[in-house]
Nanobody, 123 residues
Framework: QVQLVESGGGLVQAGGSLRLSCAAS????????MGWYHQAPGKQRELVAA???????HYADSVRGRFTISRDTAENMVYLQMNNLQPEDTAVYYC?????????????????WGQGTQVTVSS
């Protein structure tokens, strides 16, 4: 069973930065794609960023140029560097993984999830 544990969320002012971390219980070399989703109250879970084992990336239009996803295979960690945060980025952020090396936007196609970490951006 794959376990994912997020950390790094918190409260930040607009324009600030946060770095989210996701620790995997197994070698992420065996996980094809790692990703970060967010879910705001009353809204659907949305793919924010994803990275394949080969380094291919995907970003939501709303975060492209502000967020950067990276993976550290040696440490079994995935990171989401979030810069120039805005109030609309406020949400619970979830780390997710799937074994195939294809980025899929549909959250139902990701079998492994963390418990989520809250990010709140004040104006």
């Amino acid at each position: 069973q794959v376990q994912l544990v997020e950390s790094g969320g918190g409260l930040v002012q607009a324009g600030g930065s946060l770095r989210l971390s996701c620790a995997a219980s197994i070698s992420i070399s065996s996980l094809g794609t790692m990703g970060w989703y967010h879910q705001a109250p009353g809204k659907q879970r949305e793919l924010v960023a994803a990275v394949t084992s080969g380094g291919g990336t995907h970003y939501a239009d709303s975060v492209r140029g502000r967020f950067t996803i990276s993976r550290d295979t040696a440490e079994n960690m995935v990171y989401l560097q979030m810069n120039n945060l805005q109030p609309e980025d406020t949400a619970v952020y979830y780390c997710a993984a799937r074994r195939t090396d294809i980025i899929m936007v549909d959250s139902t196609l990701w079998p492994y999830w963390g418990q989520g970490t809250q990010v709140t951006v004040s104006s």
